[in-house]
């Protein structure tokens, strides 16, 4: 059966082209484990599964930017290189129906990364603006790297700086996380000898320990977590327990999850408030002001954009900006992306090809649409 595709669809492939995307076909069923690994819990639950006859785990398109990214590196095409696309996405449990139309462009190889970012959120307005031309438009953005920056510079160990980044964006993961901070939750017993190869951080002792006890209990290490994923694992709680942050940086880190300000106040905010926590966030500030700049330069509403410290969205690979769209009066995200530079080379690239990306979602914006006539 050939999916009714929206009406819109037509104009938002002329739109790709005028702003130099390529449109690019990408097949239903893909692979699973790179949505599996990368894609964030709230998006695992949700894929539809099935399997091949060789016994491969495959599912239904749950998103386009993964596939879009693998299939660019079985082209071996060159970068700089924009793509668009236009199709179904398919996720369980999801109001307003299982299937539904992502549109979006996944922007690879610019190393001029302010200038891609601001690209990206243009590009995402100018989509909303001709779907929408009688709606207001809010943006919102958040930056996973200033957020680390934060975190490297009171001085957190490498544990819990990712325990944090991986909770960035999920307002109760990360006030649990900042809850175990103030008060180490306390440690379960453990058995002799793992206490005491935990105690001394001796991780190939207890990764063989570890394998003779699998071993034994006739478990395969391929049927999960293998022995050294299991002894890293134990060693990092214990070592996650130990830390206790001060009130003072703990406030520091409150504070700066407060922040939220409209984004040409955004810069000033921030350096004000790493002087005032005496924290230096070196490049992380510079790359910030320089995307804000390239913002400007993109002829965006700046007083409709606003950067919120704690925003984040639930996909594991970002690693900077993030950020939403939403219409006046509506909560629901129409637009949302952000960068992910280490993806690509996480699915298989040879040399680390710099990415960022948005999508939108097509059904919402047709009920707005139709709301609005």
Known sequence: MTPRYPAIAPDILKLFAARGADSVDIPVIQPADPFLDMAGEDLRRRIFLTESETGETLCLRPEFTIPVCLNHIRSQSGTPRRYAYLGEVFRQRREGGNEFFQAGIE???????????????????????????????????????????????????????????????????????????????????????????????????????????????????????????????????????????????????????????????????????????????????????????????????????HYDAGFGRPLDYYTGLVFEIVADGDERPLAGGGRYDRLLTLLGAKQPIPGVGFSVWLDRIERLAQGAQ
């Open 107 to 305: 922007d690879l190889g610019d190393i001029d990364t302010a200038s891609a970012d601001a690209r990206s959120v243009g590009d995402a307005h100018a989509l909303l603006q001709l779907a929408l031309p009688s709606k207001g438009l809010n943006i919102t953005l958040g930056d996973q790297t200033v957020f680390e920056a934060v975190l490297a510079a009171l001085g957190l160990p490498r544990g819990w700086r990712m325990k944090l980044a991986r909770a960035f964006g999920s307002a109760d993961l990360l006030g649990a996380a900042l809850a175990d901070l103030a008060t180490p939750p306390p440690s379960g017993a453990l058995d002799e000898p793992v206490a005491s190869l935990v105690s001394a951080g001796d991780l190939d002792g207890l990764a063989t320990h570890v394998a003779r006890g699998m071993e034994k209990t006739g478990l395969s290490p391929s049927a999960g977590r293998t022995p050294t994923d299991i002894a890293r694992r134990l060693v990092e709680k214990a070592e996650l327990r130990s830390v206790r942050l001060s009130s003072d940086a703990l406030d520091a880190l409150k504070a700066f999850l407060a922040i939220h300000v409209p984004i040409a106040e955004a810069s000033d905010t921030l350096r004000d408030f790493a002087s005032g926590a005496a924290l230096s966030l070196g490049a992380a500030l510079d790359n910030f002001a320089a995307r804000t700049a390239a913002l400007a330069g993109q002829g965006l509403p700046l007083h409709a954009i």
